[in-house]
T-cell receptor, first 111, second 116 residues
């Protein structure tokens, strides 16, 4: 059974710091892995999608990597800003309509 | 603007009542999904639909029902059989029928349901 874990559950950093969020999964048979952002009381916004054949994806200050063999993905945020404060969730697509979500990392960037 | 809308934003239910949550998309997506989000837990799939007039149970379908009469609409009914319905409900859609690894799920803003 596929399980997705995110560590840490919460993180506070000063503005300007580079940071890494971690996501691990137990079964390497995935279609893709996606990182989402969720603001309090809101829906999810897709940040990056990495296909199973890819190693990384970049968008602006965000870089996501995927290592299927070890069951890990990282989301790197460069030069963090207070506006980056949100909960970040990763999700693996484990089947045709099967998406497994982690419980998220709640990030607070202090001004 | 293209997107997914959910209504209402907040909903209060009395014991024994059925309530219906609305989800509409104008993205012309085939697949639609309903998830439940509880504090400290990941999103859990309630139901999904690949195409009009077809839907499948997810991991926690008991106490819920759906319909898919139109491509753009996928309402969720929370019945009185759902014993612990207080949660944040999210609707999503994706553009294909699951055949590729590039498809992205798009989410609505959510409905927060509270049982009084």
């Amino acid at each position: 059974k596929q399980e997705v874990t995110q560590i840490p559950a919460a993180l506070s950093v000063p503005e300007g710091e580079n940071l890494v969020l971690n996501c691990s999964f137990t079964d390497s048979a995935i279609y893709n892995l996606q990182w989402f952002r969720q603001d309090p009381g809101k829906g999810l916004t897709s940040l990056l999608l990495i296909q199973s054949s890819q190693r990384e994806q970049t968008s602006g200050r965000l870089n996501a990597s995927l290592d299927k063999s070890s069951g890990r993905s990282t989301l790197y945020i460069a030069a963090s800003q207070p506006g980056d404060s949100a909960t970040y969730l990763c999700a693996v697509r484990a089947g045709t309509y099967k998406y497994i979500f982690g419980t998220g990392t709640r990030l607070k960037v202090l001004a | 603007d293209g997107g997914i809308t959910q209504s209402p934003k907040y909903l209060f239910r009395k014991e024994g009542q059925n309530v219906t949550l609305s989800c509409e998309q104008n993205l012309n997506h085939d697949a639609m999904y309903w998830y439940r989000q509880d504090p400290g837990q990941g999103l859990r799939l309630i139901y999904y639909s690949q195409i009009v007039n077809d839907f499948q149970k997810g991991d926690i379908a008991e106490g819920y029902s759906v319909s898919r009469e139109k491509k753009e609409s996928f309402p969720l009914t929370v019945t009185s059989a759902q014993k612990n319905p207080t949660a944040f409900y999210l609707c999503a859609s994706s553009p294909d029928r699951g055949g590729t690894s590039t498809d992205t799920q798009y989410f609505g803003p959510g409905t927060r349901l509270t049982v009084l």
